[in-house]
């Protein structure tokens, strides 16, 4: 059973240009979070995806968006990236229906803003 | 604000002892209770989860759940030093609601 997938693992980007980072849901999971983390921090949440719409949003500018897939697979766009936005990315997927629900991580997306 | 805190730490304890370690969070709904472990570079592993109060224990692992004192705890029992990492916290509000990490605790278990 394949665990949550992300891709790229790395990636160098320079300021003001736009990024793509992709998501698989571990089998039987149909919501997918996405989280930001800065060296030394706890992740942070910036929005999860239900039946392909926004479901919540954390506190992140509107540069940041998404999008899932009949597949529950997702993806996070960033606009006009800023030397800020470096950061490990981690997408977790879980399963809406349960009260009591267990969040998986991906490997993560290590982007680099340079 | 949701907030959940944790002691940064490093906390270093001797190979075999027992590591204890805290967490506080914020939002009395709170339902569901994680912690997770992370190495270095690596994304976040989940060690266990507790929704009642009191003690779950899994292994080596004890997550300790108190509901009135917004208060959880992970104790490691025999600590080693393959179990040097940063422990994060996780708090939920239950049905797919998002979760609001800790900023971790470094732990180092010394040889």
């Known amino acids: 059973d394949a665990g949550v997938t992300q891709s790229p693992t790395h990636l160098i980007k320079t300021r003001g240009q736009q990024v793509t980072l992709r998501c698989s849901p571990k089998?039987?999971?149909?919501?997918v979070s996405w989280y930001q983390q800065a060296l030394g921090q706890g992740p942070q949440f910036i929005f999860q995806?239900?039946?392909?719409?926004?479901?919540q949003r954390g506190n992140f500018p509107d540069r940041f968006s998404g999008h899932q897939f009949p597949n529950y697979s997702s993806e996070l766009n960033v606009n006009a990236l800023l030397l800020g936005d470096s950061a490990l990315y981690l997408c977790?997927?879980?399963?809406?229906?349960?009260?009591?629900?267990?969040?998986?991580f991906g490997q993560g997306t290590r982007l680099t803003v340079v | 604000q949701k907030e959940v805190e944790q002691n940064s730490g490093p906390l270093s304890v001797p190979e075999g002892a027992i590591a204890s370690l805290n967490c506080t969070y914020s939002d009395r709904g709170s339902q569901s209770f994680f912690w997770y472990r992370q190495y270095s570079g690596k994304s976040p592993e989940l060690i266990m989860f507790?929704?009642?109060?009191g003690d779950k224990e899994d292994g080596r692992f004890t997550a300790q759940l108190n509901k009135a004192s917004q208060y959880v705890s992970l104790l490691i029992r025999d600590s080693q030093p393959s179990d040097s990492a940063t422990y994060l916290c996780?708090?939920?509000?239950?049905?797919?609601?998002?979760?609001?990490f800790g900023p971790g605790t470094r732990l180092s278990v010394l040889p």
């Open positions: 507790i929704y009642s109060n």
């Open positions: 995806y239900y039946e392909e719409e926004e479901r």
């Open positions: 977790a997927s879980s399963f809406l229906g349960q009260m009591n629900t267990e969040a998986f």
């Open positions: 089998s039987g999971h149909d919501t």
């Open positions: 996780a708090v939920n509000g239950g049905y797919g609601q998002n979760f609001v």
